[in-house]
């Protein structure tokens, strides 16, 4: 007989959900969660308070969020049907899957990568085709995911990987939405680290079935405010528009963002010391004896040592340094994710890395 679900009322098929777990105490120094510690410059903060202060709060948000669609529209040249925003990218993630997934449709998921899409499958009762990533590189086994592609509805391609930190080859992820019907999400939750030409924007225009997810919460050190958009083709708009929860993104969230994306250029010079950083760190790391330090295109750094499971309890109870431990999920054997930080947090990073070494 099967054994009686602890949750009577829990719908059978979500049973073995395993909630997602950020991991986060409270600590001096937090780089667990990919966030910008050097937050919104203060200028574009005060622009965002004034922004905020005469907003009706006793009314609905605009829906459809227009005046942000239209100015993220005007920022990547495209038109506002090619827009969605939502609470954040992982709104749209679940969006995406309620819209295009569901039973009976199959979702192409590269391990390791981020473990939202996973979960948000298994609650939208998407099949999963996992492809997996070479076991050393974490390179895309790109034959593997050509040869799959005939059976999938949605192919996730995280460029920047999370928590890999490399970059998918834009020259096959161009042939491959030419040989593919189904649709293929571009993960840029990174991208703004990356370099110049990592975006696959272009391909936006060369495509009817490519998109690409990108979020406020890391570049623009906003993952409090929960905002992320979507460019993608009318036709994924329109199929999205049918399942988002109409006012999910409130009134100053939609404020808060569009100042973001008009003052976009106010962010780059912190943008650019975390890239600087992270080479230094990448560097730094490197230096410590038995770490293994992965190249990164984002702001965080994977690391393998041994012990990376007591390393990081360590880090965290004798240094107040949270990072985050991925030593026990599959492929991530000893793997920790360092997010950039500051220089002062990076340097306290090093220092306790190499005193535990
Ligand atoms: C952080 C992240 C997102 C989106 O985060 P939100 O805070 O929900 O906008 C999407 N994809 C990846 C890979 C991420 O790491």
């Known amino acids: ?19 997602y777990d950020p991991g986060f105490t409270q600590v001096d120094v937090l780089l667990s969660a990919n966030e910008n510690s050097f937050g919104v410059p203060e200028d574009v903060r005060a622009a965002m308070q004034r922004a ?7 009314r609905y948000p605009d829906p459809m969020a227009n005046e942000l669609r239209d100015a993220i529209a005007a920022w990547h040249g495209v038109s506002r049907g090619n827009v969605v925003v939502g609470n954040g ?4 993630i679940f969006n995406l899957l309620l819209a295009f997934g569901g039973a009976g449709r199959t979702l192409i998921d590269c391990p390791p990568t981020f473990s939202i899409y996973g979960l948000y499958a298994q609650i939208t009762g998407t099949n999963v085709m996992k492809v997996p990533r070479n ?3 974490f390179e895309l086994d790109t034959d593997a995911i050509d040869k799959a592609a005939a059976q999938a509805n949605i192919i996730m391609i995280t460029s920047p990987n999370n928590p890999t930190g490399n970059l998918a080859d834009l020259a096959w992820v161009d042939r491959l939405a030419s040989s593919t019907k189904a649709l293929i999400v571009m993960d840029e939750a990174y991208v703004e680290f990356a370099d110049e030409g990592a975006s696959s924007v272009a391909l936006l225009r060369k495509h009817d079935n490519v998109c690409i997810l990108r979020t406020f919460s890391k570049a623009f050190g906003l993952a409090g405010v929960r905002c992320g958009y979507l460019l993608a083709p009318q036709a994924v708009v329109d199929g999205m528009s049918a399942v988002r929860q109409p ?8 404020a808060i963002a569009r100042v973001a994306v008009e003052r976009r250029e106010a962010f780059i010079p912190a943008i650019e010391t975390i890239r600087a950083q992270r080479e230094l760190m990448i560097e730094g790391l490197n230096a410590i004896e038995g770490v293994r330090v992965w190249p990164s295109a984002a702001n965080f750094i994977l690391v393998r040592l041994p012990n990376a499971h007591e390393a990081h309890l ?5 240094h107040s340094i949270l990072v985050r431990d991925f030593s026990r999920t599959p492929g991530l054997d000893n793997c920790l994710r360092i997010t950039v930080g500051t220089p002062e947090e990076n340097r306290r990073v090093l220092d306790a890395m190499e005193a535990l070494a």
């Open 52 to 58: 905020t202060e005469g907003i009706a709060l006793n």
């Open 135 to 137: 076991a050393d590189s």
């Open 1 to 19: 007989m099967a054994q009686e679900s602890p949750n009577p009322w829990l719908a059978p098929a979500l049973a073995t959900l395993v909630p």
């Open 247 to 254: 006012y999910s993104v409130d009134v100053c969230a939609q």
């Open 314 to 318: 360590r880090l965290r109870d004798e």
């Open 89 to 92: 990218g992982d709104e749209i």
